[in-house]
T-cell receptor, first 112, second 114 residues
Framework: ELKVEQNPLFLSMQEGKNYTIYCNYSTTSDRLYWYRQDPGKSLESLFVLLSNGAVKQEGRLMASLDTKARLSTLHITAAVHDLSATYFC????????????FGKGTRLHILP | DVKVTQSSRYLVKRTGEKVFLECVQDMDHENMFWYRQDPGLGLRLIYFSYDVKMKEKGDIPEGYSVSREKKERFSLILESASTNQTSMYLCASCLRGRLTDTQYFGPGTRLTVL
């Protein structure tokens, strides 16, 4: 059974600092997603990572995927208050359908 | 732009009532999903549909049923609402197959069962 674990689950950090959110998963998969959720809002897609070694960047966020280690990271560079949100990773459950399993989310609070 | 809409943002129902949550997408996606989101538990899949009239149970289908009579519309039904079904319900859709696409989410329905 596929399990997806994120850590940390809560992170409070100062503006201007760098930090990394980790997403580990338990069975082989080569498709991983990152989403952002603002309080009271729905999920917005950030990145789709489709192969080992994939790296994608958007602004101050960079996501990478290591399928051999079953690990994805979401790196935040020089954090700003607007990045405060909950970040979810999700992993393709199997190769037969399009279901994905979500981590519990990392609640990121950036202090001005 | 992909648009996924849900019929209500907030809903308050009483225990035992039958509840319908509607979801409509306008991008001709084959796949549609219903999730519930609870604090500390993330998103959990309730039901999934990959085509009209086709459905599959997700991880927590008990107490729920679904209906997909048209490609663009996917309904979640709580046959007899209970207090433990108080939650945020999110609908999503995506293209079918191993394509370079993501799931697109609706705004969510916050359901309170009293």
């Amino acid at each position: 059974e596929l399990k997806v674990e994120q850590n940390p689950l809560f992170l409070s950090m100062q503006e201007g600092k760098n930090y990394t959110i980790y997403c580990n998963y338990s069975t082989t998969s080569d498709r991983l997603y990152w989403y952002r959720q603002d309080p009271g809002k729905s999920l917005e897609s950030l990145f789709v990572l489709l192969s080992n070694g994939a790296v994608k960047q958007e602004g101050r966020l960079m996501a990478s995927l290591d399928t051999k280690a079953r690990l994805s990271t979401l790196h935040i560079t020089a954090a700003v208050h607007d990045l405060s949100a909950t970040y979810f990773c999700a992993v393709d459950k199997n190769h037969r359908d399009d279901k994905i399993i979500f981590g519990k989310g990392t609640r990121l609070h950036i202090l001005p | 732009d992909v648009k996924v809409t849900q019929s209500s943002r907030y809903l308050v129902k009483r225990t035992g009532e039958k509840v319908f949550l509607e979801c409509v997408q306008d991008m001709d996606h084959e796949n549609m999903f219903w999730y519930r989101q609870d604090p500390g538990l993330g998103l959990r899949l309730i039901y999934f549909s990959y085509d009209v009239k086709m459905k599959e149970k997700g991880d927590i289908p008990e107490g729920y049923s679904v209906s997909r009579e048209k490609k663009e519309r996917f309904s979640l039904i709580l046959e007899s609402a209970s207090t433990n079904q108080t939650s945020m319900y999110l609908c999503a859709s995506c293209l079918r197959g191993r394509l370079t696409d993501t799931q697109y989410f609706g705004p969510g329905t916050r359901l309170t069962v009293l």
